[in-house]
Structure formats: structure tokens, C-alpha cells
């Protein structure tokens, strides 16, 4: 079999894998909805108890399953091809704790009391910020070590100003909720946050996709990219901000949901072969697939007890990342 054929065999299994589970988010749950009225009930127009479920809780769950799982795994490869690292991934940038901690501000102020929306838009201004800084320090030419330097420092104080927040949270109720937020979850989303995630999710997705032929050509060298027409500066925008948008937008209305980013490209790479841009559509689908399939997952395993999506990503995430780790070495050993 050729390699297009097999790439195109992999984004058919994918999308078939990405659907599957998308209907599984829809029909599964506490209420015990059969599979069909569920469906039925998704485009009825009565407000009985199982249309307003389907409709106002499973549906923005599930979509938002979808959404943030493309942008995790979009953004972790194109931010791997672009730094040249396998070890990149959304939360290198900053982006993830910098909008936790501007979501964490919302709380400890009681803002996100006083006003639904207080708490999704602080963790987007917190985004913004996290991107403007990296942006500054790094320089329109900065190279991708500035940026991952930049990144990192601006990461760690962000990390720091939320312990400080908890530290000195006015009572630990306001701690216990910036406790519970930051782990990530999907419980209790309407289409509110869909419809406020949605237009940075797209606009970001547009950014990171233009970037295939561009990633393709940075496997040669930067110097070569450039005498091949590629703008490394138009590049770096698009990768940074394309990020921040997509990434602050999943984290502001989910929390800080880890792994997915970097284990996804890691798990397709072999898969697709040297291109880089065959990467992007198959991670943003992968990704789709992981954060569903772990949603779906919390509900199984502890239904009464709100197990927090991030603490199962990270909890299968981290020593499958170690285990990729365990055979890249021996491969050169």
C-alpha cells in the first residue's frame, strides 16, 4: 500500500473513531436514556426532562469534547514541528497557566459569582496576555529557543501567582473551586460556553492549518525554508497566536486539560510518515478521539464521584508518555 493510500486509510479510521465516540459522549450517561430516544430527543422541540438533558447538557459536553480535543492535539503538532521539538506541546507557551491563573483571579475576586461569563472571559484575557508577553520577549525574530525560554518563564510565574492566590484565598470554599477548576472538566457546560469557545477555536484552527506547507519545508533548516520563499515571521505569528487563541479558548472554558497535546503527535507520527502537514489533520482528529473517549470514560468510572477529565488524562497520559520515551531509547541503544 502506498503512503497516501495509508494516510488516507488513517484519516478514515479516525474520523470513523472520532464519530463513534462523539455519539457515545451523546448517549451515555446517569439518566440511562436509551440510544434512540436520544437521538430523537436532540432535535425535539418539547422542553420535557430528556430533550432539555440531550439538549442543554450532553450536547455542549460532548461538542466541547470534540472541539478541545482537535485544538490539544492540532496545537501540540504543529507547535512540535515548528520548535523542532518532540517535548512541545500548548502548555510550553504559557497559554494554559496564564488563562487558569486569570480564571483563578475571577474566583479569588468573586467575580465569577457575580457574573456567569466572569470566569471563561478572565481565563481569555489571561490567554492574551500569556501570548503578548512570549511575543515580546522573543521578538518578531526570535528563534523557536526564545520562544520556549519565553514560554517557560512566563509559565512558571503565572504558576507561581496561582499558588499565591490559593495561598491566600480569602476561605476554602473559594480555594476548594480554583482547586477543583483547574483540574479540567466538561460537567455542567451549556451552549454558552460553545458558542463563546467557538469563534477563537475556529479562528485559531485557521491559523494552525495554514501552516502544512510551511512545517513541511522547516524539516530542512530554517536558512532553507527561507531561500524556499517560507516567511519565518509570518510563520512564528501564526503558530504562536493561532495557539493562543485556540488553546485559551479550551482552557477557559475547561480548565487546564494535559497530555493530550503532547502524547497525540507522538502516538500518529510513525503513522503518517516524514510530512509534518499529514500530521495536523490526524492529530486534531486523535485528539478528538482521546479527550472524548476519556470523558466518556469519568462518566463510566465514578459516576457519583465527578472524576476531573484532566486528572484521567494525566493519569493514562504520563506513563504512556514514558513508555514512548522507554522505546525511543532502546531504539538507539
Not at 495557539?243 to 503532547?262: K, R
Not at 497525540?264 to 510530512?275: E, S
Amino acid at each position: 500500500m502506498s503512503g497516501d493510500a495509508r494516510y488516507a486509510l488513517l484519516i478514515t479510521l479516525l474520523c470513523a473513531a472520532t464519530l463513534t465516540l462523539f455519539s457515545l459522549s451523546l448517549t451515555v450517561g446517569p439518566a440511562g436514556i436509551a440510544f434512540a430516544d436520544s437521538i430523537m430527543a436532540l432535535f425535539s422541540d418539547k422542553a420535557d426532562g430528556v430533550a432539555l438533558t440531550m439538549q442543554e447538557i450532553r450536547l455542549p459536553r460532548a461538542l466541547l469534547g470534540l472541539m478541545i480535543g482537535a485544538t490539544l492535539g492540532l496545537s501540540g503538532a504543529v507547535l512540535q514541528g515548528y520548535l523542532r521539538n518532540p517535548l512541545a506541546e500548548p502548555g510550553l507557551l504559557g497559554i494554559s497557566a496564564t488563562a487558569s491563573l486569570g480564571a483563578v483571579l475571577s474566583i479569588y475576586t468573586g467575580l465569577a459569582a457575580a457574573f456567569a461569563l466572569a470566569l471563561p472571559l478572565a481565563a481569555l484575557a489571561g490567554a492574551v496576555v500569556a501570548v503578548v508577553v512570549v511575543q515580546a520577549m522573543a521578538g518578531a525574530r526570535g528563534n523557536s529557543l526564545l520562544i520556549i525560554l519565553a514560554g517557560i518563564a512566563v509559565s512558571s510565574f503565572a504558576g507561581a501567582m496561582t499558588s499565591l492566590a490559593l495561598n491566600l484565598s480569602p476561605n476554602p470554599f473559594a480555594a476548594l473551586e480554583i482547586m477543583f477548576w483547574m483540574l479540567g472538566s466538561l460537567t455542567d457546560r451549556s451552549m454558552t460556553h460553545v458558542w463563546l469557545a467557538a469563534p477563537f477555536m475556529l479562528a485559531g484552527w485557521a491559523m494552525l492549518g495554514a501552516l502544512g506547507r510551511p512545517l513541511d519545508a522547516l524539516t530542512l533548516g530554517s536558512e532553507t525554508a527561507a531561500s524556499m520563499g517560507v516567511d519565518l515571521k509570518r510563520v512564528q505569528f501564526l503558530a504562536v497566536f493561532g495557539t493562543a487563541a485556540s488553546v485559551g479558548a479550551a482552557t477557559a472554558v475547561a480548565g487546564a486539560i494535559g497530555f493530550v497535546g503532547l502524547v497525540v503527535p507522538h502516538i500518529l507520527r510513525p503513522l503518517v510518515g516524514a510530512k509534518p502537514s499529514r500530521l495536523l489533520l490526524a492529530s486534531a482528529l486523535g485528539g478528538a478521539c482521546v479527550v472524548l473517549a476519556a470523558d466518556v470514560a469519568v462518566r463510566l468510572i465514578a459516576p457519583g464521584r465527578d472524576l476531573k477529565l484532566g486528572v484521567l488524562t494525566a493519569i493514562v497520559g504520563a506513563p504512556f508518555f514514558l513508555w514512548l520515551v522507554f522505546r525511543a531509547r532502546r531504539r538507539l541503544t
